[in-house]
């Protein structure tokens, strides 16, 4: 059996080579979904696109309980220990193809309660398939390169999506006719094969093939279904608002505030890097306690929170561009990204802090914390949304964000008056594991 590799925590060059790459991907991803946002904004227009956020934005409220975390279970055992690859790939190969399509039912038979008529079915499930089985199945092979701090290959996972997805936008506007989000969907799903095939291919050559069989210990299994929570929870404050206004809003009102919010996904994408090149460290820093990972976090946040709020100040100042480019549909998009422009700064502290109580093996505290907010935001969208629109989605936002951040706050200052000690490390035993 391989023995545990030696990493030096304190290599400054990998850790600025791994968030150059990231960046560097990124850098292309961006350029390319801005081209395929623009297009398939001004192809679909704000109603057609309006049910296609709407679908997104429905599939992704339970698609982290496709891997059952066995993608970051995966990163924490294999950054701590390689020889634990084939069995955690493999695991978590098995798990999204059982959970992934267990969901995919789930959604179809909720879908008519959350948006009646408004999405057509088809449509939906196109998406479902591609979000809720085949871009997990990405995830997890951008996890495997980050456990092992193989982020160029990682980011070139995302480009090959972000890549096939332009292309698939360019036959959608000049190819199709009268396009509509049921034909967008289609070709989503498509170039997500493609990008799911190239990462299982990759992975396997670069790294290992997987051993299949869904085969987890019990405290594995509990810790997965803590990071899917933890997942669903950041996903539900960040996504159910779209859906609910399908529902009490109308799709105009989906898709400005789609449009809007989706420029703040993409401003993001720089302390995204650095979240990604930094996850494996928080985990092995996490041996120590919650002293090692918020030791780490201190280095990183005013890096993180100095960009996040110069994006969000230019974010409101160059707001007024976003109908020039989208289209005139897209006017009051301006104000949208004037309201959701300080989630920039709030999302560089609160995932830095999120990935120190991960680190230390307190995901359950975590997921705690994140299930709060996830109340606190359904609360104020149920309250705002029927009386002010994508406006009080924006303020239900912001406030369930600003919440995040203190709550996550709250946990690590108590976790270290409590003593510092690390979380409960699940161990791999044949006895009382969970097998299918």
Same mark, same amino acid.
């Given at each position: 059996?391989?023995?545990?590799?030696?990493?030096?925590?304190?290599?400054?060059?990998?850790?600025?080579?791994?968030?150059? %790459?990231?960046?560097?991907?990124?850098?292309? !991803?961006?350029?390319? $979904?801005?081209?395929?946002?623009?297009?398939?904004?001004?192809?679909?227009?704000?109603?057609?696109?309006?049910?296609?956020?709407?679908?997104?934005?429905?599939?992704?409220?339970?698609?982290?309980?496709?891997? %059952?975390?066995?993608?970051?279970?995966?990163?924490?055992?294999?950054?701590?220990?390689?020889?634990?690859?084939? !069995?955690?790939?493999?695991?978590?190969?098995?798990?999204?193809? /059982?959970?992934?399509?267990?969901?995919?039912?789930?959604?179809?038979?909720?879908?008519?309660?959350?948006?009646?008529?408004?999405?057509?079915?088809?449509?939906?499930?196109?998406?479902?398939?591609?979000?809720?089985?085949? @871009?997990?199945?990405?995830?997890?092979?951008?996890?495997?390169? +980050?456990?092992?701090?193989?982020?160029?290959?990682?980011?070139?996972?995302?480009?090959?999506?972000?890549?096939?997805?332009?292309?698939?936008?360019?036959?959608?506007?000049?190819?199709?006719?009268?396009?509509?989000? $049921?034909?967008?969907?289609?070709?989503?799903?498509?170039?997500?094969?493609?990008?799911?095939?190239?990462?299982? /291919?990759? =992975?396997?050559?670069?790294?290992?093939?997987?051993?299949?069989?869904?085969?987890?210990?019990?405290?594995?299994?509990?810790?997965?279904?803590?990071?899917?929570?933890?997942?669903?929870?950041?996903?539900?404050?960040?996504?159910?608002?779209?859906?609910?206004?399908?529902?009490?809003?109308?799709?105009?009102?989906?898709?400005?505030?789609?449009?809007?919010? !989706?420029?703040?996904?993409?401003?993001?994408?720089?302390?995204?890097?650095?979240? $990604?090149?930094?996850?494996?460290?928080?985990?092995?820093?996490?041996?120590?306690?919650?002293?090692?990972?918020?030791?780490?976090?201190?280095?990183?946040?005013?890096?993180?929170?100095?960009?996040?709020?110069?994006?969000?100040?230019?974010?409101?100042?160059?707001?007024?561009?976003?109908?020039?480019?989208?289209?005139?549909?897209? +006017?009051?998009?301006?104000?949208?990204?004037?309201?959701?422009?300080?989630?920039?700064?709030?999302?560089?502290?609160?995932?830095?802090?999120?990935?120190?109580?991960?680190?230390?093996?307190? $995901?359950?505290?975590?997921?705690?914390?994140?299930?709060? /907010? =996830?109340?606190?935001?359904?609360?104020?969208?149920?309250?705002?949304?029927?009386?002010?629109?994508?406006?009080?989605?924006?303020?239900?936002?912001?406030?369930?964000?600003?919440?995040? =951040?203190?709550?996550?706050?709250?946990?690590?200052?108590?976790?270290?008056?409590?003593?510092?000690?690390?979380?409960?490390?699940?161990? @791999?035993?044949?006895?009382?594991?969970?097998?299918?």
């Amino acid at each position: 059996m391989i023995g545990r590799i030696k990493f030096d925590l304190s290599n400054k060059g990998a850790l600025a080579r791994n968030v150059f %790459w990231m960046l560097s991907g990124d850098g292309v !991803r961006l350029v390319l $979904q801005a081209v395929y946002f623009v297009l398939i904004g001004r192809a679909l227009g704000v109603r057609e696109f309006g049910a296609f956020v709407g679908a997104v934005s429905l599939v992704a409220l339970v698609a982290p309980f496709s891997t %059952w975390g066995t993608g970051f279970i995966l990163l924490k055992e294999v950054a701590r220990d390689r020889a634990a690859f084939s !069995r955690c790939w493999g695991t978590a190969l098995s798990a999204t193809a /059982v959970f992934g399509t267990v969901l995919l039912c789930l959604v179809l038979l909720i879908s008519r309660a959350a948006f009646g008529t408004s999405v057509p079915l088809r449509a939906l499930l196109l998406v479902a398939v591609s979000d809720a089985i085949v @871009v997990r199945v990405l995830d997890l092979a951008t996890q495997a390169f +980050t456990a092992v701090e193989n982020l160029r290959k990682g980011a070139e996972i995302y480009v090959v999506l972000s890549a096939g997805r332009t292309l698939a936008a360019v036959y959608l506007s000049f190819v199709v006719h009268s396009p509509t989000a $049921q034909s967008w969907a289609l070709l989503y799903l498509l170039s997500a094969v493609t990008a799911a095939l190239y990462g299982i /291919v990759a =992975v396997s050559r670069t790294l290992g093939p997987p051993r299949m069989g869904f085969r987890l210990s019990r405290p594995e299994f509990k810790e997965g279904f803590y990071f899917a929570v933890s997942q669903a929870s950041q996903t539900i404050y960040n996504d159910l608002d779209k859906t609910m206004l399908v529902r009490l809003g109308g799709l105009e009102a989906t898709g400005i505030y789609g449009a809007a919010y !989706r420029i703040v996904d993409v401003s993001f994408a720089p302390v995204g890097a650095l979240t $990604q090149a930094t996850l494996a460290r928080f985990f092995r820093h996490g041996e120590k306690g919650i002293a090692g990972s918020t030791r780490l976090a201190r280095k990183i946040l005013p890096y993180s929170a100095g960009y996040g709020l110069v994006a969000a100040s230019f974010l409101f100042l160059v707001s007024p561009v976003l109908p020039l480019v989208l289209g005139k549909g897209f +006017t009051a998009a301006t104000w949208a990204l004037r309201w959701l422009s300080p989630l920039v700064f709030l999302r560089s502290i609160h995932y830095f802090l999120a990935n120190s109580l991960s680190g230390a093996g307190h $995901q359950g505290r975590r997921a705690l914390v994140q299930i709060g /907010v =996830v109340g606190i935001n359904v609360l104020l969208n149920l309250w705002l949304i029927p009386a002010y629109s994508w406006r009080g989605a924006a303020w239900a936002s912001l406030v369930s964000d600003g919440a995040l =951040v203190l709550g996550l706050f709250a946990a690590i200052v108590s976790l270290r008056r409590s003593g510092n000690l690390p979380g409960a490390a699940p161990e @791999v035993e044949a006895e009382g594991s969970v097998a299918l």
